[in-house]
């Protein structure tokens, strides 16, 4: 049992199944040290979208339910790198995390709702979690999901 | 001959001449055994934004134009990256493809027309060519094109 | 004195005091060669978001305005690559620049005003600073900055 696995536990989380491809791309590429993972959406454990983490943020989504679909986003995010290197013990360091939120217009207040998604990734990785970041507000991500992150990691080849 | 070549005109696919930089920037960097390229718009063959690809997606420009504006982004990624690498048999494996829509208000269904590009990206590279990929919909593209493709690849050194 | 430091000097540019990390996340991460610095925003040399640097491109945010609040931005990139790497000597390439534009609705005139980032890190790079870049319009940008732009950069390890 790694210590990371058992951060997981302690912090009650239960890495979902990671969705499987749906199209000519995949969840996940390891390219010598680096694992991209493609950008995940605010998918609940059950693989679905609830309806609090669907529409825009600053009109019928909530900041508590942003910030909670992005915490969603990083969590399934783990999971496919778990699935793509075997254990996360392989993740070296998350060297950055690009946060893409469905915003309403006039709403400019996303950085803090981007730290669910920042602070569970350093809750369960420690100072191997502590990323860079760029955060945006766009027009529509793929089935209306609140928000949609991206990583990259570095692992051990 | 190579593989890649081969399969490009079994597609029926000429690369156009990649676009020349027209500023302090470059349309692709090779740094170690990465090659970064540019966002490549969805110029056709003649180096023209076609009126069916210019535009909100959604809105005044079809799903299938849509669809078919990101296969012309992927083309022009390719372009780019065998004018960076001198042949496209350098190519190792396509590490992330990103997409940005040029969307409609309340249009999110933007994964499917994104295949557009991803579909072409592995039609030509094979299994080489399975991507990592994040797509968005955003507020504009530079000179309106419904859509916009940056690339990730690793490459022989 | 470094040939770099020579040009900010020539330049008439004052590196700012990066700005601290606010959350669980960091301006920058070095990883292996790579560097990966977080969106910066078009805070001046106080730190602050001046009024004509805030809100829409193309509404109330002048396109003059708009260019000087992206070359902000790189410097801002160049302070935080500055304070990751000890010396900006350590920098081989600028390989990618990312621009999100604060656009109002029908603005696409993005491509010229990133070039106030891209001029900045060629004028201070030299070849080095030659890029990809990709450009977009988003919705919102953190703080209603005009522009928020993220760098990735080779760097001796």
Redesign the interface.
């Known amino acids: 049992m790694s210590d990371i696995e058992d951060r997981l536990r302690s912090l009650g989380i239960t890495l979902p199944q990671p969705s499987a491809p749906?199209?000519?791309?995949?969840?996940?590429?390891v390219?010598?040290?680096?694992l991209?993972?493609?950008?995940q959406l605010a998918l609940g454990a059950d693989g679905k979208l609830a309806p609090e983490h669907t529409g825009k943020v600053g009109g019928t989504v909530s900041e508590a339910d942003a910030k909670a679909a992005a915490r969603l986003c990083a969590i399934n995010l783990l999971a496919q790198a778990k699935a793509a290197l075997g254990s996360l013990d392989r993740i070296?360091?998350c060297?950055?995390?690009?946060g893409?939120?469905n915003?309403a217009?006039?709403?400019?207040?996303?950085?803090?709702l981007?730290?669910g998604a920042?602070?569970l990734?350093?809750e369960v990785l420690g100072d191997k979690?502590?990323?860079?970041?760029?955060?945006?507000?766009?027009?529509?991500?793929?089935?209306?999901s609140a928000v949609?992150v991206?990583g990259?990691f570095?692992v051990k080849a």
Chains 1, 2, 3 share one sequence.
């Open positions: 749906v199209a000519n791309y995949v969840p996940a590429v390219a010598g040290n680096l991209v993972i493609s950008g070296e360091r060297i950055r995390l690009g893409f939120f915003t217009p006039d709403f400019a207040a996303i950085a803090p981007m730290n920042s602070d990734i350093v979690g502590r990323h860079a970041r760029s955060t945006i507000g766009v027009a529509e991500v793929p089935l209306g949609e991206e990259m570095l």
